[in-house]
């Protein structure tokens, strides 16, 4: 239930309905209610209506937006490493297995040390909120208190998120490796201790690496750990070839890579499997019936050589599909990076299957947004402005100060989005709202107060 009015925005509005409609309000209205929540979003011409039907509190504030600014929800990243942040955008020059050998794992080990951790957590988040992504699921490192840093930084600076402490004992360097019932216990603290903060933005998530690093004891008391708190799971499926054979060799019982977490209890309709570059027949059927996730990450797969995710096959199948920018596998902090590289790998695969149609800019926006709210959980809070959900949004300028855009007369709304979607940047996002609170400001925004 939402309550009396006590926020309109009014100007531009996009947001996906579901995923195939998109609802563009050239000149729209949207009201929150005193928690923050989405009361309405309606085209302006309806606003004296709105008034009788909803009530407005008598100081209700308008806030108008400038001409071309518009309103849109915040991007959803559904797989990024937070520990891999300082190696962003360096290193893509070799696949997955060795990539993790030679830079990833190195600094992972450097979180033991808490200045390195909350050095780089505070980047990250800061980066991410500047690039308009509201809400993450985050892998940290082995570490259990670096990883808690990273709680905390999200909650001061404002992002939403899931926070995972990462868990490996096997087939891992010797000086960044658990030993099993430690990483369980481990997390299971971590989980407890953050559960206990009660907080409204981080949620703890479970953090199988992957099959590979993973244990058969610790996948199996890993998912324990998931099911009696009730809290997610994420990890890595199925993403490039040489892994994929390895856990063949690792398996040889489950017949794929999907069903080795299905044995061990990790797939149920709250798990986020990154990739899915090379996932079976069998094993879409199997995500799909489990209700599992999938966290597209097209800026890692042509990164680090993996593949082409087939998303309109997974959709086909009914899994549900997000977007992650995989950092740093993937070079890209930014969401909108993410999307323009899902469209143009969606054109690859056409490509290479007639059959399997190109995904449309406006699938594309889905995917970054309540696409990615679907994959975490989250679609009855977040990932579009339906009644109810909670106000994580952008206020976007195409003609901010600097911005890498230019608008011409003939623009219309639905050119000046697509602008924005394919040569946007940070520059252009000039306010970003959480739950309602302001956690970027441009100076190009418009005044937040009444006037
Ligand atoms: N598989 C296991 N660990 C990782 C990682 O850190 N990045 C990617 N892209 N894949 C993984
Ligand atoms: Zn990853």
């Known amino acids: ?10 100007g531009g509005i996009v947001h996906c309905v579901d995923a195939s409609t998109t609802q563009l309000l050239e000149d729209g209205v949207l009201g929150l209610d005193q928690s923050n929540r989405i009361v309405f979003v309606e085209d302006g011409s309806q606003l ?6 909803y009530g407005f509190a008598a100081d209700a504030r308008t806030i108008q937006l400038k001409p071309h600014q518009f309103l849109m929800p915040g991007f959803i990243d559904t797989h990024i490493h937070a520990s891999q942040y300082p190696n962003a955008g360096t290193g893509l020059d070799m696949p997955l297995l060795q990539w993790l050998e030679t830079y ?28 308009g992504t509201t809400a993450c ?24 998120a899931y926070v995972g402490k990462v868990c490996m004992d096997r087939n891992s360097p010797s000086t960044y490796i658990e030993v099993t019932n430690e990483s369980i216990r481990e997390t299971e603290a971590f989980v407890q201790a953050t559960l206990a903060r009660n907080s409204e933005l981080v949620t703890p998530i479970v953090t199988p690496r992957f099959v590979p690093t993973c244990s058969s004891q610790l996948m199996t008391g890993l998912g324990e750990v998931a ?10 499926v199925s993403e490039n070839a040489g892994e994929i054979e390895w856990v063949r060799q690792l398996h ?25 570059v090379h996932l079976s027949e069998a094993e879409m059927q199997l995500l799909s019936a489990r209700k599992v996730g999938v966290s597209h990450c097209p800026c890692s797969n042509y990164g680090i050589l ?25 070079h890209s902090p930014a969401m909108l990076e993410s999307l323009r590289l899902a469209l143009i790998a969606s054109k690859t695969v056409h490509f290479q299957e007639p059959a399997l149609a190109p995904l449309r800019l406006y699938e594309g926006l889905h995917l970054a947004t309540l696409g990615g709210a679907e994959v975490m959980g989250l679609q009855d809070q977040i990932g579009n402005f339906a009644p109810g959900k909670h106000f994580d949004a952008l206020i976007v300028d195409p003609s901010s100060i600097d911005s890498p855009i230019d608008v011409f007369a003939k623009d219309k709304f639905s050119d000046r ?3 924005f979607l394919f040569n946007g940047d940070d520059r252009n996002i000039v306010t970003v709202f959480v739950n309602g609170k302001v956690v970027k400001r441009l100076a190009s925004a418009p005044a937040l107060t009444a006037d």
């Open 417 to 419: 989005v697509e602008k």
């Open 227 to 236: 099911r009696r708190y009730n809290v997610p799971i994420q990890s890595h």
């Open 1 to 10: 239930m939402t309550g009396e009015v006590r926020t309109v925005f009014r």
């Open 306 to 330: 993996s593949g082409i995710c087939r998303v309109r096959d997974l959709h086909q199948h009914n899994v549900k599909v997000g977007l992650g920018t995989d950092v740093s596998g993937g």
């Open 104 to 131: 990833t794992f190195p600094t992972e080990a450097m979180f033991a040390n808490p200045e390195f951790a909350q050095n780089a957590y505070e980047k990250v988040v800061q980066r991410t909120l500047r690039s």
């Open 252 to 276: 040889p019982q489950c017949s794929s890579y999907s069903d080795v977490y299905d044995v061990h209890g990790l797939l149920n309709s709250k798990a986020i499997m990154a990739h899915g």
């Open 137 to 160: 699921s985050y892998f940290t490192t082995i570490h259990r208190e670096a990883s808690t840093t990273l709680v905390e930084t999200c909650e001061r600076l404002g992002q939403r």
């Open 48 to 53: 004296a209506l709105l008034q009788d039907r």
